[in-house]
């Protein structure tokens, strides 16, 4: 019976597995990208003009706007944000350009703003916690505060 024993060399099989092990490793600390909001296109944006366009061809040209203004509807905001992360960490903003548009009463371009990053803020909320006014009480008092007081002398008996 011919012996047919296929095996590599030792250092070879070390090696290969040596590769997929950092290759699997290295997997994980990739950067995700991520995009989010109105895909810019330059070419487009820098074509609206104060005094030339209206709503209409401002809709025509851009599209619908991420959002309109809170308390009129003649403000238009196209947002874009691009944003990298490292596995599980939390997204940072790399690149984020705010366009608002804004229009007259009579539904023409007034002014057209562009900002970036320079107005990201980072928002550290207070903990885990929500801060709220009231009394401050243990878990033994919400389970065993109100003994005694159903028919409590002063607390108005049912029928009174």
């Known amino acids: 019976m ?7 060399p030792a ?23 991520g995009r ?5 296109d330059p070419l487009l944006t820098e074509a609206i ?3 030339v366009d209206n709503r209409e061809s ?5 599209g619908r706007p991420t959002f309109v203004g809170q308390f009129s509807n003649n403000e238009y905001y196209y947002v874009s944000r691009e944003t990298r992360q490292l596995a599980f960490a939390k997204p940072r903003p790399v690149d984020q350009q705010v366009l608002r548009v804004r229009f007259d009463a009579a539904g023409n371009v007034a002014a057209v703003d562009r900002t970036g990053l320079e107005l990201v803020s980072k928002i ?23 003994i005694g007081a159903v028919g409590a002398p002063g607390a108005g008996a049912p029928g009174q």
């Open 36 to 40: 989010q909001g109105y895909v810019v």
């Open 124 to 146: 550290s909320p207070e903990g885990d916690k929500t801060p709220t006014l009231g009394r401050h009480r243990s878990f033994f008092e919400d389970i065993f505060g109100n």
């Open 58 to 62: 401002v809709e025509k040209t851009l």
């Open 11 to 33: 250092p070879r099989v070390r090696l290969v597995v040596l590769g997929l092990a950092a290759l699997l490793a290295t997997s994980g600390c990739a950067q995700l990208k």
């Open 49 to 51: 003009t104060a005094g």
């Open 2 to 8: 011919p012996n047919s024993n296929l095996s590599l």
